[in-house]
């Protein structure tokens, strides 16, 4: 394939790790207050990140990119996300490091447990640009992580979908090489597009950053903004009918214990760590 | 409406892949404990069991955990062919309630299925529960801080299974009644399947971390490949498995198979040592069902220390390494 249409979606969220047991708390009594409606942490003053799959998935697409280049084919890589605004610097981002279009998809809706209404809104907006030869997604992302909606995409689509793909290299004939985990193990296989890809553990997680002279390039660049009801979708209509429903929340007990250990140096405490709590568990092994 | 009297539920057993047997025992445990139907509805369930080629069939035919089984050949790794043989199931009267063991192939079908039926599709449940006309759902959400109680509506019910459930007692053998419905072969689809030169790789396996007694875990604070390296062969020199967490992957500081965790594996040993882990929840998965942990860390606001019976608040590759020098010279 002399040119590769390469889109990738992705998902950012707050970073639910900077988030500490009592906001956890907080999140699963407010739904319980609420009356029945969930509850929702408080994520206003956390910094947003990638989805750390889709991250991956991000970065698999510019190496991908990058060794049809050395292999002298062409390929255009495009990125979206269904997202309100909090995703535009992250767009901004992957324009100056060579994404030719940066477009964000606006629901108008919360939509973070409702894969269905995901999947759908996604798959009419790569129709609507003309669907990609290879749709690259992270496997799974907060706050739902059903893993669900690649496949969900693709159904719509009428495309195979690999998932927990941990490597893809180019390959004869237009083809590409995958490398993915399944049945538990590891199998790697070629496949034509037009293909969904959606990238689980890969080694290369970590998305490239850009210079700022690559940034400056494309300052003057604006992002594509649509909402959902412009492609024809009311997420809002939509999430009404939408199959599965989050009731309520409820926090995991998971305290134990916690008895410090006490001395001056690591030796100490290693030597009072074993008298007092290994020693008798580990003859027991 | 009147009071439902049955429950008809579909297990999902794929027979083409190495995990048979742990699917089975998920699929089995779960039907047992983990769906509560309410006192008048009976179970009535089949075990949909694919299967590539005759030879091994009998010995997964003794894996099925329900008495009635469905044989469907098929070739290995075409979930197209195995979607569509479940969709004209469900066309044909079917299932309210499909169920597949966790993992990528039981998330494919779960989802494809219910997108085709109108169905909803929920992934790694905890437990399940019939609730008016609906079924409610519990599953871990928020990167494994929070369980989530959900409603699915419409029928039929898709549904994988969490992780855990593998982990079950196997199921009491069955006396089974089997029909064979259907040969799957290349010629069912309108292509050939999309997966073409397919290998698998021999590649290491967690194996040794799900079942170990004795488990390391080094997490960032161990603060570098070198220290992580430390730690490792500290591990070594007590016996115990050696696992990291997601970060200490992601910085190539430890292989791919050794990463504990929601994305990784998840183990139950006796004892559990961890060495400059924070205790992220999606960590915590994977250790959350040992008997002791113990928590070597320099912050003592890290998440760990609450989630630990026992912490020691110091530079965790030097305390690792004291431990496994102690326990060498207590060896006989």
Known sequence: MDHLRIVVGFKVTPDYEALRAPDWARAAGGAAESGGGPGAPETRYVRRVLGVFDEAALELALRLRDARAEAGLETSLAAFSVAAREADPFLQTLQALGFERAARVDPR????????VTAAVIATYLRRIGSPDVLLLGSRCGPGESGAVPFLVADELGLPCVTEV???????????????????????????????????????????????????AVRERSLDVLS?????VDA??????????????????????????AGRTPEEKARALYETQLRARLERL | MSARETLRVAAVLDGTAATAERQARALGAFLREGLRLGADVKLVAATHLFHADQSGRESLLELAPTTDVRLIRTPALRADLMTAALTAFEAGGG???????????????????????????????????????????RRRVYSNHLVGLFELRSLPWCITLDAGWSDARPSAPNEHVVQTV??????????????????????????????????????????????????AAAAARLGAAFGATRPVVMNAWAPPDRQIGVSGARSAPAVCLTVGVSGAPAFLWGVERAGFIAAVDTDERAAITGEADAVVIDDGVAVIEALADIVASERP
């Open chain 1, 109 to 116: 809706a919360a939509l973070d447990f409702a894969p269905r």
């Open chain 1, 166 to 216: 941990t490597d893809v290299q180019i390959a004869s004939r237009g083809r590409l090489r995958v490398t993915f985990a399944a049945g538990g193990g590891w199998i790697r296989a070629t496949i034509a597009p037009p293909c969904v890809l959606a990238v689980g553990n890969a080694v290369v997680s970590m998305l490239r950053v850009p210079t700022l002279k690559d940034r400056l």
């Open chain 1, 228 to 232: 959902s009801g412009e492609l024809g």
């Open chain 1, 236 to 261: 809002a209509a939509a999430l009404a009918g939408e199959p599965t429903v989050l009731a309520s929340l409820e926090t995991i007990d998971r305290e134990r214990a916690g008895t410090i250990v």
């Open chain 2, 95 to 137: 299932a309210e309630l499909f169920v597949f063991p966790g993992g990528p192939l039981g998330t494919e079908l779960a989802a494809r299925l219910a997108a085709r039926t109108g169905g909803s599709v929920m992934t790694d449940i905890l437990d399940a529960e019939l609730s008016g006309e609906g079924l409610a759902c």
């Open chain 2, 182 to 231: 259907a040969e799957l072969h290349e010629d069912d689809s309108s292509a050939s399947g999309p997966l073409k030169s397919v290998e698998v790789l021999d590649q290491p396996t967690t194996g040794d971390l799900e079942a170990a007694k004795l488990l390391v875990v080094a997490g960032r604070g161990a603060g570098s490949r070198d220290g992580v390296e430390r730690v």
